[in-house]
C-alpha cells in the first residue's frame, strides 16, 4: 500500500471531523476525496500530509509509520487550493525552491537545477513564463505552476486540496483532463480532494465518499455510481428520484413496474435515465402529466408529475428518442421504472 | 439634439461632483496656514535660534562634550532598543496571526498599551519597580547594579515607549497574507527557519522596515519616560532630548536649539526614508503585476 491510514479520528472543539477513518491506497492510483463541504475531506488530506496532526490513529506513507513525522520529511507534494506560489519569486525561482532548501549535502548543483526547472516548466508546458511573477498568470497558469513545484521535490505522493476549486469551469474542465493525463505519465500515487461528484467521477481511478467524517463508500467510479452502499452516496452521486413507499402509492409503483412488496417500510432510489416514459395508454394506472423538459445536449431532462401530487419526477432519455414521442407539455404519459436501489 | 442633452448632462454631473472655486480654495489655504504656523515656522525658528550667534557658535555647541556624550548615548538607546523591538515585534506579530489561543485580543489590548498610557507613567512604572524605594531597588543595590538614573533604566523606558511599532505594523499584514505559503514551503521540505527567512520575511520586508524606521524615530526621540527614569546626569545619562531641555532652562539657547535642529534633521530624514520606502514598494509591486 502506497498510503495508509489507520483509526483516523480528529476533533476541532467539540466538532468531530474526522471519525475512525480507516483508509488503504495502493501504490498508483489516482483517488477523489469527495464529499460535501464540511465533511472532513479536507483535514483527511491535510493529516496524510502532516500540516494537521490527528488526534488518534497513524498515517503511513509507503510502508513507514509517518504519523510523528513533520511535514518536510514525509515526501510529499501539496497543491493547495489558492495556490500558494510565492509571491516574491519568479515562477522559476517557486519551482526551484524545493531543490534549493535542501541539506547541502543532497542539494543539487545549479545547471542541476536549472535543467530540472525548465524540464518541469516544459511538463506543465509554461516554460516560456519563467521569469514572470505569480501576480502576471491567469488561475490556471499558477495552478500548473504549483503543481510543478510540487513535483520538484520527486514525491513520493501527490496530495491535492481542491486543486481546481477556483478556477473558471472552462478552465476546470481543461486541466481535469490534463490532470488525468499527467497522472497517467508520471504515475506518482495522487489524492485530490473534491466536491464535485462530477470531477471526481471523470479524473479520479477511485473516489473516496466522505460524509460527517467517516467514509460512506470506496471503489471504482462505475461501481460506486451503479452499486451505491447507501442513500447518501446514491443521492450524492448523480442525479436520483426518491420514492417513499409511504408517500407514493404502492399500487401506483407496481403498475410503474417496480415491485414493492418484500421492500415494506424502506424508501426507492431510481435515477433519471432507469425511467423509460411512453405515450398514455387508456388502461394504465402508472399515468403521470409531462410537465416540462430541458435540452442536456445529448439527453433530454424531462420532469414529470403524478396527478395529485406536487413533487416532480425526472427522466432522462436521448434525444431523438424523446422527439419520435412527439410529445407536448400537459400530455398525459406512461412510466415504467426499470430499475431501483432499495435503502432504509 | 442628442449631442446638446448629452453635453447638458456632462456639464451638470461635473457641477454636481465638484465643489465651487471658493471652497476650494478656502480649504486648500486654510491646510496650508495650519501646516505652516504649526509645522514649518517652528522648523524655522529651531533653525534661526540655533544659527543666532553664528555658524561657529552652533558648530562648538554641538561638539562641545555633553552634546557629544548626549548624541552617542541616544544612538547607543537606538541601537539596542530597535533589534529588540524588532524581535519582540516579529515573533508577536508571528503569534497572533498564525496561532489561536485564549486571550489572543487581550493580548493585542496589552501590545497597543505603551500607546494610550502617558509616557511619564511607563518612566514612573519602571521606578517604582527598580528605584531605591521599589520593590526590587534594594535587591539589585545589594549586587551593585544601577538601573534607575543610569543607561539600563534608560533603555528599559525606551523598550516601553517602542514596543507596539513593528508588531502594530505586522500583525494586519500577517494575517492578510495568511498561512498557506509558509505551508507550502513546509510541504517543499523547508525548515522553519528557511521558511521564515525566505517566504515569511519577504512578504513583510517593507511593513517591517517601515515599522523599524518608525521605531527608531521614537527612540531617538521619547523625551518624558527617559526623562524620569535617566536623571539628567550631563555626559551620563542625557539623551539628546534631555540635552535640549536641559541647556534651554540654563538659558543656552545655541546649545539647546542646535540639538533640536539634529533632532528636527533625524524626523526629516525619517521622512525621506518613509516616503522612499513607499516609492519601492510600489516599484515592486507594479513590476510584479506587469503583465
Sequence with gaps: ?344 | MSAVSANSFITSKKLTLSDPNWVRYVLIGLTLGIIGLFLLLPLLTVLVEAFAKGWTAYSSSLTHPDALAAMRLTLFIALITVPLTTVFGVSAAWAIARFDFRGKSLLITLIDLPFSVSPVIAGLIYVLIFGAQGWLGPWFSEHDIKIIFAVPGIVLATLFVTFPFVARELIPLMQEIGHEEEEAALSLGASGWQTFFRVTLPNVKWGLLNGVLLCNARAMGEFGAVSVVSGHIRGLTNTLPLHVEVSYNEYDFVGSFAGASLLAALAVVTLVFKTVLEWKQNQDKKLKAKG
Design chain 1, 1 to 344: 500500500m502506497s498510503i495508509s491510514v489507520n483509526h483516523i479520528s480528529k476533533h476541532f472543539g467539540s466538532f468531530s471531523a474526522l471519525d475512525n477513518i480507516s483508509l488503504d491506497i495502493p501504490e498508483g492510483e489516482l483517488v477523489a476525496l469527495l464529499g460535501p463541504s464540511g465533511c472532513g475531506k479536507t483535514t483527511l488530506l491535510r493529516i496524510i500530509a502532516g500540516l494537521e496532526q490527528a488526534d488518534q490513529g497513524d498515517v503511513f506513507l509507503k510502508g513507514d509509520k509517518v504519523t510523528d513525522k513533520p511535514v518536510k520529511n514525509r515526501q510529499i507534494g501539496f497543491v493547495f487550493q489558492h495556490y500558494a506560489l510565492f509571491r516574491h519569486m519568479t515562477v522559476f525561482e517557486n519551482v526551484a525552491f524545493g531543490l534549493r532548501v535542501k541539506p547541502r549535502s543532497e542539494r543539487p548543483g545549479e545547471a542541476i537545477i536549472h535543467k530540472k526547472v525548465h524540464d518541469l516548466l516544459g511538463l506543465v508546458q509554461l516554460d516560456w513564463l519563467h521569469d514572470r511573477y505569480p501576480d502576471q498568470l491567469s488561475g490556471g497558469q499558477r495552478q500548473r505552476i504549483a503543481l510543478a513545484r510540487a513535483l520538484a521535490v520527486e514525491p513520493s505522493v501527490l496530495l491535492l486540496d481542491e486543486p481546481f476549486g477556483a478556477l473558471d469551469a472552462g478552465v476546470r474542465k481543461d486541466l481535469r483532463q490534463w490532470l488525468r493525463n499527467l497522472h497517467h505519465d508520471l504515475n506518482v500515487t495522487s489524492i485530490f480532494v473534491t466536491h464535485d461528484q462530477e470531477e471526481a467521477m471523470e479524473v479520479a481511478s477511485q473516489v473516496v465518499v466522505l460524509n460527517h467524517g467517516r467514509i460512506e463508500q470506496q471503489g471504482a467510479p462505475g461501481d460506486i455510481y451503479d452499486h451505491p452502499a447507501n442513500a447518501f452516496v446514491s443521492r450524492f452521486i448523480g442525479q436520483t428520484n426518491v420514492f417513499n413507499l409511504e408517500e407514493h402509492d404502492s399500487d401506483w409503483l407496481q403498475a410503474a413496474g417496480l415491485p414493492t412488496a418484500q421492500h415494506y417500510g424502506k424508501i426507492a432510489h431510481v435515477r433519471p435515465h432507469d425511467i423509460v416514459i411512453e405515450k398514455s395508454r387508456a388502461d394504465s394506472d402508472a399515468f403521470v402529466t409531462l410537465k416540462d423538459w430541458q435540452h442536456l445536449g445529448a439527453l433530454i431532462r424531462i420532469e414529470l408529475v403524478k396527478n395529485g401530487s406536487a413533487a416532480s419526477v425526472y427522466a432522462e432519455m436521448p434525444n431523438d428518442q424523446f422527439r419520435r414521442l412527439h410529445l407536448n407539455k400537459g400530455d398525459k404519459v406512461d412510466l415504467r421504472i426499470r430499475h431501483a436501489h432499495w435503502f432504509h
